[in-house]
């Protein structure tokens, strides 16, 4: 069975920073693209990134490009997300998710962990 | 950007009665490679993750009841619940995975009548 559990959330300053993580059982890790997704309070779902399965390949929602990055490491079946001058807009449950393919394009998203909330305020 | 645009907002059915949401996308997401919409649904209940009904536009995942269906191609979908049982109520969204930036409609909430 697929578990993918997220961690890191929490209170952020704005400006500041917090790293998300994804720690990702039941298949080979490396084998597949992973992304996050993220679901503000109350609204709808919005794409943030996502990441080849290899590492190599990474692509990023306009709202966040330049301020988060993702990456992996196969070794530890972990899935990151850093996130930089954090702004009142990011606060949303990020949830870690699984591309059924080992790149993220073509590819729907399938699992989802559970999420972790992000609140940015100060 | 490929904008996702659901219909209607909000749905109201008697149980044991057809449900039907709407997805129209801006551009074409079918991938003429494989001849496949790169499309699919997820319904989310609340306080839990979405959850994947149907890839490829119309192939429904194991273990979702076929009361569920998907059809369309190009750029309008449907997502069908033939006969809406109480654990159907939930939001759902389409989300196209033709091309970056992946996006995903705004969601149709569906509730008892």
């Known amino acids: 069975e697929v578990v993918l559990v997220e961690s890191g959330g929490g209170l952020g300053k704005p400006g500041g920073s917090l790293r998300l993580s994804c720690a990702a059982s039941?298949?080979?890790?490396?084998?597949?693209?992973m992304g996050w997704v993220r679901q503000a309070p109350g609204k709808g779902l919005e794409w943030v990134s996502s990441v080849s399965g290899s590492g190599g390949s990474t692509y990023y929602a306009e709202s966040v490009r330049g301020r988060f990055v993702i990456s992996r490491d196969n070794s530890k079946n972990t899935l990151f997300l850093e996130m930089n001058s954090l702004r009142a807009g990011d606060t949303a449950v990020y949830y870690c998710?699984?591309?059924?393919?080992?790149?993220?394009?073509?590819?729907?998203?399938?699992?989802w962990g559970q999420g972790t909330l992000v609140t940015v305020s100060s | 950007d490929i904008g996702m645009t659901q219909s209607p907002d909000s749905l109201a059915v008697s149980l044991g009665e057809r449900a039907t949401i709407n997805c129209k996308s801006s551009q074409s997401v079918l991938y003429r490679s494989t001849q496949r919409n790169c499309l699919a649904w997820y319904q989310q209940k609340p306080g839990q993750p979405p959850k994947l009904l149907i890839s490829?536009?119309?192939t429904r995942e194991n273990g979702v009841p076929d009361r569920f269906s998907g059809s369309g191609s190009g750029t309008d979908f449907t997502l069908t619940i033939s006969s809406l049982q109480a654990e159907d109520v939930a939001v759902y969204y389409c989300?196209?995975?033709?091309?970056?930036?992946?996006?995903f409609g705004g969601g149709t909430k569906v509730e008892i009548k």
């Open positions: 490829w536009a119309s």
């Open positions: 039941g298949f080979t890790f490396g084998s597949y693209a």
């Open positions: 998710a699984k591309h059924y393919g080992d790149d993220w394009r073509l590819n729907w998203l399938d699992p």
């Open positions: 989300h196209q995975y033709f091309s970056a930036p992946l996006t």
